[in-house]
């Protein structure tokens, strides 16, 4: 059976005055999918979602939820959950009365009111919590409620703006981990806004990378992080050394000269024509330190450790590339006697975890 597609934008355009904040932006959810916007502040995110939910109009494009065409369709009429950064709780209602506001809205009777509030607060663990007001919740429990209000419509489509951004750390991550779960139990189709490429990375289904009103990338976490397809992806989307290489020729794989180095990698990861020269983007994980024989052609000295708690992070000056700076990853702290600062290092490039772009296409 094919998939049904739950959200699908068409060419959607958005301008605030001259300014252009979305430029023609295509895009299919599945249903039951947890999709997330991800980009920088400024980017758009917040205005793709606006435009999902009927707040902002489209200077052009159409948007379709559930098959139909909703971009005249008011908000309250698109059946879509909502759930802002700020809570946004209606503050003179307790617990009960925001969370069954959207059923009374839509006249349903009071006993199936009272049964899908109570199934909503338990399914985000706030059963006992109905009677009380917004201002005598945590924040944690004020974007459970939200939660519990925005899911209680039964939406078609869930949407989440930065939910979790006014929360601590700790807190952040266990109600990922919860968002996570209720979503995949219900199968409802999720769009989540973020600018934190972690929670982007742990949650989604798939991540939409965002910069200046454009899609730069669309696709799982582990092709986002691994093949990122665009220099602003791959310079936004986890830590990555930036190395000025040139593009030598290609035959079934890419040679690449990084430094006295020459490099074979996947042509499928280089970005660029023959001839080009490049910014290699390399994963500190992807790095290794090697002891030097006779073949090492590209070293590095060691200036710094930088100890992170489950990992160090080690950084290397390299004289024969442009004098850069990388800093490669080691899981056990005993490459603080390995590799101590002074030392001089082999490097040794794994393949998975380097790309490599045109270097004037580079804006990251
Ligand atoms: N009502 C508005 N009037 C004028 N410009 C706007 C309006 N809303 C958004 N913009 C502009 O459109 C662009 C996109 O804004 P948007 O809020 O969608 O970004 P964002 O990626 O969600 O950022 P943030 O993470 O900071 O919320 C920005 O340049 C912003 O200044």
Same mark, same amino acid.
Request: glycine fraction near 10%; hydrophobic fraction near 45%; include cysteine.
């Given at each position: 059976?094919?998939?049904?597609? +739950? ?11 001259? +300014?252009?904040? #979305?430029?023609?932006?295509?895009? =299919? ?8 916007? #991800? ?9 793709? #979602?606006?435009?999902m939910a ?24 698109r059946e879509i959950g909502i ?9 003179? &209602? ?15 009777? =009071? ?21 009380? &007001? ?17 899911? /209680?419509?039964?939406p078609k489509v869930?949407l ?49 990378? &965002? ?27 986890? %830590? ?19 430094? %006295? ?6 042509? %499928? ?25 006779? %073949? ?21 000056? /390299?004289?024969?590339?442009?004098? +850069? ?40």
């Open positions: 059976m094919p998939e049904r597609v +739950a959200v699908q934008l068409d060419g959607i355009l958005k301008r605030f005055g001259d +300014a252009i904040a #979305l430029q023609k932006i295509s895009l =299919k959810i599945r249903e039951g999918e947890f999709v997330t916007l #991800l980009g920088p502040s400024g980017c758009g995110k917040t205005t793709l #979602l606006n435009l009927g707040f902002l109009e489209a200077d052009n494009g159409e948007i379709f939820i559930d098959g139909q065409l909703v971009t005249e369709t008011p908000p309250y009429q759930v802002f950064q700020n809570y946004a709780l209606f503050p003179h &209602m307790s617990v009960v009365k925001n969370v069954g506001y959207g059923l009374r809205m839509r006249g349903t009777p =009071k006993a199936e009111i009272d049964e899908r509030v109570a199934q909503a607060l338990a399914l985000v663990k706030l059963e006992g919590f109905g009677e009380r &007001m917004p201002r005598e919740l945590s924040g944690g429990q004020q974007q459970r409620v939200a939660l519990a209000r925005a899911l /209680v419509i039964r869930l989440l703006d930065e939910p979790f951004s006014a929360l601590d750390k700790n807190l952040r991550l266990s109600m990922q981990l919860e968002l996570k779960e209720i979503q995949r139990k219900l199968g409802v189709t999720t769009v989540f806004v973020t600018h934190d490429q972690g929670e982007a990375l742990s949650m989604s289904d798939r991540v939409v990378v &965002m910069s200046a009103g454009h899609v730069r990338q669309i696709g799982t976490p582990d092709a986002i992080y691994r093949s990122p397809e665009d220099p602003f992806v791959a310079g936004f989307v986890g %830590d990555a050394n930036v190395l000025p290489g040139r593009y030598l020729s290609r035959d079934d794989a890419a040679n690449i000269e990084l430094g %006295d180095a020459t490099l074979r990698l996947p042509v %499928d990861r280089i970005h660029a024509s023959v001839g080009a020269r490049l910014a290699v983007y390399a994963r500190p994980e992807n790095i290794h330190l090697v002891p030097l024989d006779g %073949d090492t052609l590209l070293t590095g000295t060691v200036v710094n450790h930088v100890f992170q708690g489950d990992h160090v992070d080690v950084h290397l000056d /390299v004289p024969s590339l442009d004098q +850069a700076r990388l800093f490669v990853r080691r899981s056990g702290v005993e490459s603080l006697t390995r590799w101590p600062v002074g030392a001089v290092a082999g490097l040794a490039f794994e393949d998975d975890g380097i790309c490599a772009f045109a270097a004037d296409a580079t804006s990251a």
